[in-house]
Nanobody
Framework: QVQLVESGGGLVQTGTSLRLSCAAS????????MAWFRQAAGKEREFVAS????????YYADSVKGRFTISRDNAKNTVYLQMNTLKPEDTAVYYC????????????????????WGQGTQVTVSS
């Protein structure tokens, strides 16, 4: 069992940066692949980024590639999402998720492949 708690959301202006954190409970954090998803008002939840349990392989949605960076610190049981050059269309509730996939499987973007979810943190980007 893994419990996830996101933090770091807020109201920012276009072009600025924000870093989200997701703290995980339990001693098996390093066994899970981690991901960030987001859900804008009135829209379905969508994949943002993922990172393999070793931290060596990452994958991004095209909409955030080059602007967002996912990372993890297994010693701190924490995964991060550094968001740069934010745009109004990045406004959403951001969720972190944990799941297990074989090491050779990269870029898992479907929600059902992730077993544990946080409660979400709101990010609002004003124009």
């Amino acid at each position: 069992q893994v419990q996830l708690v996101e933090s770091g959301g807020g109201l920012v202006q276009t072009g600025t940066s924000l870093r989200l954190s997701c703290a995980a409970s339990g001693r098996t954090f390093s066994s899970y692949d981690m991901a960030w998803f987001r859900q804008a008002a009135g829209k379905e939840r969508e994949f943002v980024a993922s990172i393999k349990r070793s931290g060596s392989i990452t994958y991004y949605a095209d909409s955030v590639k080059g602007r967002f960076t996912i990372s993890r610190d297994n010693a701190k049981n924490t995964v991060y999402l550094q968001m740069n050059t934010l745009k109004p269309e990045d406004t959403a509730v951001y969720y972190c998720a944990a799941g297990w996939q074989p090491y050779t499987i990269v870029g898992v973007t479907t929600e059902k492949e992730y077993d544990y979810w946080g409660q979400g943190t709101q990010v609002t980007v004003s124009s």
